[in-house]
């Protein structure tokens, strides 16, 4: 199987790295409105479905009853990058909700970013639970399984009932049937589904624009979750990180995974948009979107700006002497936004 080149990099004019990929955009009506590639290609969400795993949680009244922050349930659908205002904000956390740190399944872990990692190492501190970028979505599975009366034993488990209704919820968002969705293993230990990259736009889609929802109190539970994740954004990554920064926009709804996944949506636009860098690569997704946003002339030129801030097309060395460029590869069939 062959993939379109989304980006090339150059050093001293000439070829040194290629890195294929797929797109797909769909409009308010559920089609394709621009692609590359074979948009019914399954992809694992990975992280990107951080938002949908944390719909249960929003479903109930978990934040009101514990007293939660709206700061602080931001980390529900977090990566979280281990700076210490994310850390203190899962410290207060533990400190609120019916959960222990070690009934957290995801590994023991460093700080994701480098300054607090290397402090955390100079402290001569272990690594912990909380430090995994994923401990807000498994405190939140944790949380919903004590409101809801699931056993808390294995609920990292496909076949428990907490991850089944996830997947139930997954079915809704994509318009899918449940016996369509593959589930794999993600990083932290819970399930991991794939779904076409189509699908995958729609769902973000439907987080962009809830009125698309048919269940009423899926479509509650995504207003509040969006707006925290909007409002709260660097609880999401952190500075300077590609999530953080689009969901500085009240108008975009981002969240990114592992292994080159990136999903977002334009909510004025009523666009949602997936895409999936065949080699794994997390650098080129600002050069990506940015394009992707040129190309459809949206209009928040200042957004583009600062994508094309956190990944310059131009390569530099290890002296800050530029070597090389960037330059993006592809065409999103002509689409533009009206």
Partial sequence: ???????????????????TGIICGVDDQLQTAFHVGDTEQYVFLRSAAK??????????????KYQLTEHESALFMASHRGESYQV????????????????????PSYPLNKSPQQQVIREGKVKRKLYHNCAGKHMGFITVCRELGYSVDEYWKPEHPLQQQILHILAELSNMAVGQIKIGIDGC???????????????????GCPDLIEDIEIRKAVVKL??????????IASENFI???????????????????????????????????????????????????????????NMIQYLKELRPPFIKNDAGDIVGHIEDSFVVNQFKLI
Wanted: hydrophobic letters at 45%.
């Fill in 189 to 207: 230990g819970v399930p991991v589904f794939a779904i076409p990259l189509k699908n995958m736009a729609i769902c973000f889609l439907k987080l």
């Fill in 226 to 235: 969006t707006a925290a994740m909007n409002r709260h954004n660097n609880m």
């Fill in 1 to 19: 199987m062959t993939y379109d080149i989304l980006i090339k990099e150059y050093r001293a004019n000439m070829l040194e790295n290629t890195h």
């Fill in 51 to 64: 938002p949908i795993q944390a719909i249960p949680v929003f479903m109930t009244n978990i934040i009101e």
């Fill in 88 to 107: 203190d904000a899962l410290e207060s956390m533990l400190s609120k909700l019916p959960v222990k740190e070690e009934e957290l399944f995801c590994a």
């Fill in 243 to 301: 999530c953080s920064t689009l969901l500085q926009s009240s108008n975009i709804v981002a969240k990114g995974g592992a292994q080159g996944v990136y999903c977002f949506a334009l909510k004025e636009e009523r666009i949602g948009i997936a895409l999936k860098v065949m080699n794994g690569s997390e650098d080129v997704w600002p050069n990506i979107i940015a394009s992707i946003l040129e190309q459809i002339n949206y209009k928040d030129k």
